[in-house]
């Protein structure tokens, strides 16, 4: 504990106060107040100046005080203290009270707890002295400072948990890496507690630290990734200069080095070995390569190329960017039988060197390939790549017009046959020796129809059918002059009745289909007949060309309205064809300027001729006739017809009401059964009955009533009749012909059959029967009948 005896005494003027800085001393040798008045001529205001007589220590705390007793600080006093304990002392500001007591009586200070100059390193108090019977300040509030003193109790820290770095491999000795700094909480000026000095626990012998700056270098020269890659470094920070009993503190450091192209592409092996088929196309991949660089990035990056070899000119390389790996690659079609193996060297670059490291050696490898070609069953192959056939139009049917060659490229040479493809010669026109593959015509040409001729001929091999292939032949048509020429168009020819003699009416021109090769020339001329025309005349302009003169002054359409003039047309080919076109000239009345007015067209009619309006008229009659018997055929087919059963009541029921109780069979003037009995007699088609049976009962057959095989026959043929007919509805139905047929299970119903009988009849089975036969057991059954 230490006390300070030093004495401070505090001046303050009205206007304003001096604070006493701890290392000041002043002592003041009065008893009483001295007052010194000055009067200030400004504004009529006087200034007072009073003296003042507090007295205390300088104050000085160490933190982290672990003592017994509470700590002291120091004491506070002024001179009007006479030691009779009417003065009080007061302490305000920061910590009085609860950091900072003072005893009122002594003004002695303490610190009631434990201080840390990192949380604060001062405190400014207020303190005060008063008279405790008047309650008067003895002296004015004074301001004082009680500054912390710093000890060593804070640790570096570094600015990192951890540290990452990267330095190039195989950099030199002494090449920074990465700065570490570390900081101490303790006061820089006060000792060595905030001193820190760096040192390496883990890392060496690859890394060293700088002390002072806390820098990390390189310590080994020529450090290779490929062998190691990360290292783990621990650095110590230490305060106190680094001495015995400072505090410290560590971090790590994770360096990577990264890669430089040191080293080569090498390749594994120093030969390769592959086979492939013959049949490979162009473009297809054979096999992978690939030397191996340690090195990463863009400085493991190859090229692979063919530097020499003799199939350098049937095969390339090309480099795999994603595995680096080198692929050999067929460059043209290979041939088992012309060379079955090749040799490559191939070479492995590295694209991007490093300068620095070209004295290591060269940054390439080389390595030999052997290609082997495997033989496989290969389809013929023609010895064109296409054929062109010219052939005459005139040829023969069965002519040889040329002919394609096909062999198996393989050594077993098998033998070939040949077909010409029928999709691409539809008609038939050409056939091929299946031996041979010679081409022949199978039907006559016609360059005019079709000069071209585009056919496919298909080459099989007999042992392997599977192995064929096929070539487009081209057949060209070569032109015979079998066509001769005609009039170009159809010509409308006039000539003026007013025409003059030598005046051109007409130029005429002429086509042929045919073509020949030094091209088309005709000649025009008249037939022998009309070899002098009196009237009109032709001549050959010699370049294809001919005109139409006339050769008489004046025509008449009185007299002659129209003139037939034969031409005949000839060609210069071989051999000469020829034709006759004949023009029609009209003679037409014609202008001063020999623009045509009309023509006798009207005289070339007939005088046996209808007009139109009569022409127009018998077609009218005509349609309205042929309607008429429309009309009449369609209301003859619409008649109705009565239908088969006409239900009275329309219950439904197969019971035909004839409405006519007759005399008996010996009355035959009710119905004429003769008809029945005829054979050949046949009612009108009758439409389909309208009523569906509900009920069809089971009928015993008995013997006939009577035997008359002409009503039998009759019935059955009705009967089938109506079965075969396809507008019948598709159910069964009775159809009645005045034929009983079989007895009926019942027996007859007749009343006249029930006067013969003994007895009365029982008809109670009747009522057995269901509701459809009711109302006959109601008549038969019942006691009211009519036999009461």
């Known amino acids: 504990m230490r006390t300070y005896s030093l004495t401070v005494l505090l001046w303050s003027c009205v206007f304003h106060e001096i604070h006493m800085m701890p290392s000041q001393k002043r002592t003041n040798k009065h008893s009483h107040s001295e007052r010194i008045r000055g009067l200030l001529e400004n504004g009529g205001k006087t200034l007072h100046r009073t003296k003042r007589g507090w007295m205390w220590n300088q104050f000085f705390l160490l933190e982290e005080y672990t003592g017994p007793d509470i700590q002291y600080v120091g004491k506070l006093h002024t001179d009007q203290d006479k030691g009779d304990g009417n003065l009080k002392y007061i302490l305000t500001g920061d910590g009085a009270g609860s950091l900072f007591i003072i005893d009122e009586n002594t003004g002695d200070i303490h610190a009631a707890k434990k201080l840390d100059r990192e949380e604060k390193s001062l405190y400014v108090l207020r303190a005060k002295a008063i008279d405790r019977k008047t309650g008067r300040q003895v002296e004015p509030e004074s301001e004082f400072i009680i500054k912390i003193h710093d000890i060593n109790d804070n640790e570096p820290k570094f600015t990192k948990d951890m540290y990452t770095a990267n330095i190039p491999e195989m950099s030199g000795v002494g090449t920074s890496v990465i700065q570490v700094t570390a900081t101490d909480a303790d006061d820089a000026n006060y000792g060595n507690s905030a001193k820190v000095v760096y040192s390496i626990l883990q890392g060496q012998p690859y890394f060293s630290v700088d002390p002072e700056t806390g820098i990390i270098k390189t310590a080994l020269p020529d450090m290779s990734r490929e062998n190691r890659e990360q290292y783990q470094v621990?650095?110590?920070?230490?305060?106190?200069?680094?001495?015995?009993?400072?505090?410290?503190?560590?971090?790590?450091?994770?360096?990577?080095?990264?890669?430089?192209?040191?080293?080569?592409?090498?390749?594994?092996?120093?030969?390769?070995?592959?086979?492939?088929?013959?049949?490979?196309?162009?473009?297809?991949?054979?096999?992978?390569?690939?030397?191996?660089?340690?090195?990463?990035?863009?400085?493991?990056?190859?090229?692979?190329?063919?530097?020499?070899?003799?199939?350098?000119?049937?095969?390339?390389?090309?480099?795999?960017?994603?595995?680096?790996?080198?692929?050999?690659?067929?460059?043209?079609?290979?041939?088992?039988?012309?060379?079955?193996?090749?040799?490559?060297?191939?070479?492995?670059?590295?694209?991007?060197?490093?300068?620095?490291?070209?004295?290591?050696?060269?940054?390439?490898?080389?390595?030999?390939?052997?290609?082997?070609?495997?033989?496989?069953?290969?389809?013929?192959?023609?010895?064109?790549?296409?054929?062109?056939?010219?052939?005459?139009?005139?040829?023969?049917?069965?002519?040889?017009?040329?002919?394609?060659?096909?062999?198996?490229?393989?050594?077993?040479?098998?033998?070939?046959?040949?077909?010409?493809?029928?999709?691409?010669?539809?008609?038939?026109?050409?056939?091929?020796?299946?031996?041979?593959g010679s081409l022949f015509i199978s039907k006559p040409l016609d360059r005019e129809e079709t000069p071209w001729h585009n056919i496919t001929v298909i080459a099989t091999e007999i042992n392997n059918p599977k192995q064929s292939s096929q070539i487009p032949v081209f057949i060209r048509i070569l032109d015979i002059n079998d066509h001769a020429p005609e009039f170009a168009k159809y010509y409308e020819t006039f000539v003026?009745?007013?025409?003059?003699?030598?005046?051109?009416?007409?130029?005429?021109?002429?086509?042929?289909?045919?073509?020949?090769?030094?091209?088309?020339?005709?000649?025009?001329?008249?037939?022998?007949?009309?070899?002098?025309?009196?009237?009109?005349?032709?001549?050959?302009?010699?370049?294809?060309?001919?005109?139409?003169?006339?050769?008489?002054?004046?025509?008449?359409?009185?007299?002659?309205?129209?003139?037939?003039?034969?031409?005949?047309?000839?060609?210069?080919?071989?051999?000469?064809?020829?034709?006759?076109?004949?023009?029609?000239?009209?003679?037409?009345?014609?202008?001063?300027?020999?623009?045509?007015?009309?023509?006798?067209?009207?005289?070339?009619?007939?005088?046996?001729?209808?007009?139109?309006?009569?022409?127009?008229?018998?077609?009218?009659?005509?349609?309205?006739?042929?309607?008429?018997?429309?009309?009449?055929?369609?209301?003859?087919?619409?008649?109705?017809?009565?239908?088969?059963?006409?239900?009275?009541?329309?219950?439904?029921?197969?019971?035909?009401?004839?409405?006519?109780?007759?005399?008996?069979?010996?009355?035959?003037?009710?119905?004429?059964?003769?008809?029945?009995?005829?054979?050949?007699?046949?009612?009108?088609?009758?439409m389909r009955r309208d009523v569906i049976p509900e009920t069809i009962f089971q009928i015993r057959r008995t013997a006939p009533l009577w035997e008359n095989i002409d009503v039998q026959d009759f019935i059955h043929r009705r009967l089938k009749e109506n079965d075969l007919d396809p507008g019948a509805p598709p159910y069964d139905s009775l159809a009645t012909y005045a034929y009983e047929g079989n007895d009926s299970i019942a027996n007859s119903l007749s009343s006249l059959e029930s006067l013969t009988t003994e007895g009365n009849q029982d008809y109670d089975y009747l009522s057995d029967w269901g509701p459809r036969f009711k109302k006959l057991a109601d008549m038969y059954g019942g006691d009211d009948s009519d036999q009461d």
């Open 234 to 436: 621990v650095i110590q920070a230490k305060d106190m200069g680094g001495q015995m009993g400072g505090l410290s503190g560590t971090t790590t450091v994770n360096i990577t080095l990264t890669d430089v192209n040191d080293n080569p592409p090498r390749f594994s092996q120093s030969t390769y070995q592959f086979s492939f088929p013959e049949s490979a196309p162009p473009g297809t991949p054979l096999g992978r390569i690939k030397a191996n660089d340690p090195d990463v990035g863009e400085n493991a990056e190859i090229e692979y190329s063919i530097s020499s070899g003799d199939g350098s000119d049937m095969f390339d390389i090309v480099t795999d960017k994603d595995t680096q790996e080198g692929i050999i690659t067929v460059k043209k079609r290979l041939d088992f039988e012309n060379k079955m193996l090749y040799t490559l060297r191939v070479e492995a670059t590295n694209t991007h060197p490093d300068p620095r490291f070209l004295q290591l050696g060269p940054f390439k490898d080389t390595a030999l390939v052997k290609i082997s070609v495997e033989d496989i069953d290969e389809p013929p192959v023609f010895s064109r790549p296409w054929y062109l056939i010219e052939v005459d139009e005139d040829a023969k049917e069965g002519s040889i017009i040329g002919q394609v060659v096909a062999q198996d490229p393989d050594i077993t040479k098998n033998a070939v046959k040949y077909s010409v493809d029928r999709h691409t010669d539809l008609d038939r026109i050409f056939n091929i020796y299946s031996g041979n």
């Open 496 to 686: 003026c009745e007013n025409a003059k003699a030598g005046q051109l009416i007409q130029t005429v021109s002429a086509i042929d289909k045919d073509e020949p090769l030094r091209g088309h020339r005709f000649f025009f001329e008249l037939v022998p007949e009309f070899a002098v025309h009196p009237n009109f005349s032709i001549v050959d302009n010699k370049d294809n060309i001919a005109g139409i003169m006339t050769r008489r002054n004046g025509y008449s359409r009185s007299k002659m309205s129209t003139y037939l003039l034969p031409v005949i047309i000839f060609d210069n080919d071989y051999p000469i064809q020829s034709s006759t076109g004949t023009l029609t000239i009209r003679v037409c009345a014609c202008d001063s300027r020999g623009n045509m007015q009309s023509c006798s067209a009207e005289a070339l009619l007939l005088p046996a001729g209808l007009s139109t309006g009569a022409l127009v008229a018998i077609l009218l009659c005509i349609i309205i006739l042929l309607v008429l018997v429309v009309l009449f055929t369609a209301l003859k087919r619409q008649r109705k017809k009565e239908p088969l059963i006409i239900s009275k009541d329309d219950v439904r029921d197969n019971i035909v009401t004839y409405n006519d109780e007759g005399g008996g069979e010996e009355d035959t003037q009710a119905f004429d059964i003769g008809t029945l009995r005829n054979p050949e007699a046949r009612e009108e088609n009758k």
